[in-house]
């Protein structure tokens, strides 16, 4: 899902579809293909060697299929029991508030989205407050506070057109929330059309990561500046 109200468009470009191309929502990751005449066509990324970045996709009336959110546990006793609805599986990234450091012990969150925290650690983990970035499907509720209630498709025909982001600064969720990212990443073609940092995609050439999920915010800033 593309964050309209704080992304900038500055260039874009209707590209076809092709067949199979797997855009189902607005800021996805974009690569070239064949289509059938020998041209370019848009599909989502899959995450694979030699993928070409296009851009990000624009689709006004999709409804987004991934959002972002951002969860706070400590190790206290009276944290337990916690669940994320609707979760991604293995979708989540948990650091420690005060170093910054990954967690992997003593906060998990399981495939269904149940969160394990162990509350018998021992000296300054007692209480230590964790952050959980994480990826979940969206309610209809959701969809339709965040969209309005019109019209939306699922899936766009092979050969209609999409609208590829070129150039401005984009707010996305759909990027892996699992990674540690930086300012001025440079990210790759990820899985299901997602942002990658590091895997086996593409350079999106033109592209660098401008602001960070927080809470609050939890999405990934991208500048993009692909011509």
């Given at each position: 899902m593309i964050f309209h109200d704080k992304s900038r468009f500055d260039g874009s470009m209707p590209y076809p579809t092709a067949q199979n191309h797997g855009i189902t929502d607005g800021g996805m990751c974009l690569v070239a293909v064949a289509d059938g005449a020998g041209g370019r066509a848009a599909a989502a990324s899959k995450g694979v060697a030699n993928e070409v970045y296009l851009g990000g996709s624009i689709l006004d009336v999709a409804a987004p299929t991934r959002l972002v959110g951002v969860k706070a546990v400590s190790t206290a006793a009276a944290e337990?029991?916690?669940?994320?609805?609707?979760?991604t599986s293995g979708s989540a990234r948990v650091v420690r508030n005060d170093t910054g450091a990954a967690e992997t012990t003593n906060v998990t969150v399981a495939n269904d989205g149940t969160i394990t925290v162990n509350a018998s650690g021992t000296g300054n983990d007692v209480g230590t407050g964790y952050t959980i970035t994480y990826s979940y499907a969206p309610t209809q509720g959701e969809v339709l506070a965040l969209v309005g209630d019109w019209d939306r498709?699922?899936?766009?025909?092979?050969?209609?057109?999409?609208?590829?982001?070129?150039?401005?600064?984009?707010?996305?969720?759909?990027?892996?929330?699992?990674?540690?990212?930086?300012?001025?990443?440079?990210?790759?073609?990820?899985?299901?059309?997602?942002?990658?940092?590091?895997?086996?995609?593409?350079?999106?050439?033109?592209?660098?990561?401008?602001?960070?999920?927080?809470?609050?915010?939890?999405?990934?800033?991208?500048?993009?500046?692909?011509?």
């Open positions: 337990q029991k916690q669940f994320i609805s609707n979760y498709v699922s899936a766009l025909d092979a050969g209609a057109e999409v609208g590829v982001a070129l150039q401005g600064l984009f707010f996305v969720t759909n990027f892996d929330t699992t990674a540690a990212w930086a300012i001025n990443d440079v990210p790759k073609t990820g899985p299901g059309g997602t942002y990658a940092k590091g895997g086996s995609g593409g350079d999106c050439v033109g592209v660098r990561v401008a602001a960070l999920p927080k809470a609050g915010q939890p999405y990934l800033g991208l500048e993009i500046h692909v011509r």
